[in-house]
């Protein structure tokens, strides 16, 4: 019979430790150290060479691969010499791959670009395919091409390896199965791994794609032909023309096309999961058009699909809607060609600024990059505000600020404090002490409200009775939150000052 602590343990893990799948259940039981085994982690790394790349083998590897003998019962470790388990475990440390190294990410307009390295660009991020270490164990000179047809998006895998681990005399020893980690991204399951199929798919698709939805933009981008191809072509044009299209998700056909687009999203959006099926979703899909004919623009014209803003509709009370940026994704090859710039300051905004029920704009979570543009653009408005001149500025956070940046430019009211804070310190005189020190104390209110509701919200828990002392305790110090506040100020006052520059050369 059990004992008491054994049922309160059991009763414990089922309400903190929800059920993992398969594959995750693998990955966490690959990541266990079994110290006694491999000796002190900081003093044992072993370096193994995968391909042309020279790896890092550290001990969670090690010890995955340790970990996966003994519950395949491959191997009895622990009846091992310890030379003998050190010898073991160093035999297969060159079957471990870091995801991000061996990962090619292609855009293929033609069968020509399924073979030209130069289309080819690296994912940011692995973890939310292969696991949190982003490691692939079981294979040697791993080598794995994720390639799309630049329109329609059909999807191809193409995986290579020199060795794979069941090749060896490993009894019960298995690698990693990275088709279905690959096929698992894949929403309707539907890709291909043979390459002439791809290669037919290619052919048959390219002229007749054309992009979904209603058209809601064009412009043009300039580069030069230096710059880094993104396609087979041995020429490259210096001006590039790109048209953004408005989809919803109730168009069927246009989602079956965004769930193939999605799969690259999960290397490049952290924390990135799949947007349901709801009417109250846009898509502003960005797609480059082009012409296989250089010499005669109309003829040949095509399409490739280069990135997306997906925006949720939230209902404002009482009778608007607040939309949300939820997604921006450009692709690496169409970066730095000013595209999420021209989404947020232009498209998105045309479109619902015309709107009459559109309260404000707002953004989920942005990313460094993406909030830097927003700032740009948003301070850039703001200047020609009466609210925002200098002397208001200087005064101060006013109502005025928050109205006029909502009403003109749907401009919500976080937001707007982070402009009046950045166009505030473009009018600071840093060398005046008393000024500078007034803007000083006006950003650190803001960074300090958080700590300061906190400490209000457990004296009151206090007044009421409740044991607050371990909350207390956890807060830090009055001199530890006056340093770590000047840090936050500093950072920000950093990521300020490379707005107004972008300001100052805009100008």
Partial sequence: MASTGDIWLQWFSCCFHQPQ?????????????????????????????????????????????????????????????????????????????????????????NAE????????????????????????????????????????????????YSKKVEELHTEGLKADDVEKALADIVEDGCFYTNRDEFKRV???????????????????????????RTDGDQQQRPVRTFEVYLSSADDAEYMKFHSRLETFSFFFIDGFSRVEIDPLWLFFTVYERYSIDNNNEASGIRYATIGYVAAYQYYAYPDKIRPRISQVLVLPPFQKLGIATRLIEHTIYEYFSKKENVSDITFEEPIEAIQHIRSVIDAKRCKTLPAFAKENLLAGFTKDMLREAKER???????????????????????????????????????????????????????????????????????????????????????????????????
């Fill in 113 to 160: 670009d399924m073979s030209n390295d130069e289309g080819c660009f690296k994912p940011e991020m692995a973890h939310q395919i292969f696991g949190e270490s982003e490691s692939i164990f079981g294979y040697r000179d791993l080598k794995i091409d994720v390639m799309a047809a630049a329109g329609p998006f059909d999807l191809y895998f193409d995986i290579n």
């Fill in 202 to 228: 290619l052919a048959s698709k390219a002229d007749s794609f054309r992009p979904h939805g209603t058209k809601v933009d064009e412009f043009t981008a300039q580069t030069s032909p230096s710059a880094s």
């Fill in 21 to 109: 799948s398969p594959r995750r259940r693998r990955h966490h039981q690959r990541l266990r150290i079994d110290r006694s085994m491999i000796g002190n982690p900081t003093n044992f790394v072993h370096t193994g060479h995968i391909g042309s790349n020279d790896v890092e083998l550290s001990t969670n590897h090690l010890s995955a691969i340790q970990n996966q003998m003994q519950s395949k019962g491959g191997y009895e470790m622990n009846s091992l010499s310890r030379a003998e388990k050190m010898s073991n475990l160093s035999s297969l440390k060159g079957y471990v791959s870091c995801a991000l190294d061996c990962t090619r990410l292609r855009l293929v307009r």
């Fill in 409 to 507: 430019f749907l401009i919500n009211p976080k937001q707007c404090r982070v402009v009046y804070e950045i166009l505030r310190l473009g009018c600071t005189d840093l060398d005046d002490e008393q000024q500078y020190r007034a803007y000083r104390i006006e950003v650190k209110k803001r960074l300090n409200m958080n700590y300061n509701k906190h400490r209000r919200d457990l004296a009151k828990a206090k007044k009421r009775g409740a044991d607050v002392t371990a909350a207390l305790c956890g807060l830090p110090g009055v001199a530890e939150r006056i340093e770590s506040l000047h840090a936050e100020y500093k950072q920000v006052e950093e990521i300020y000052g490379l707005v107004l520059h972008k300001l100052l050369l805009a100008s």
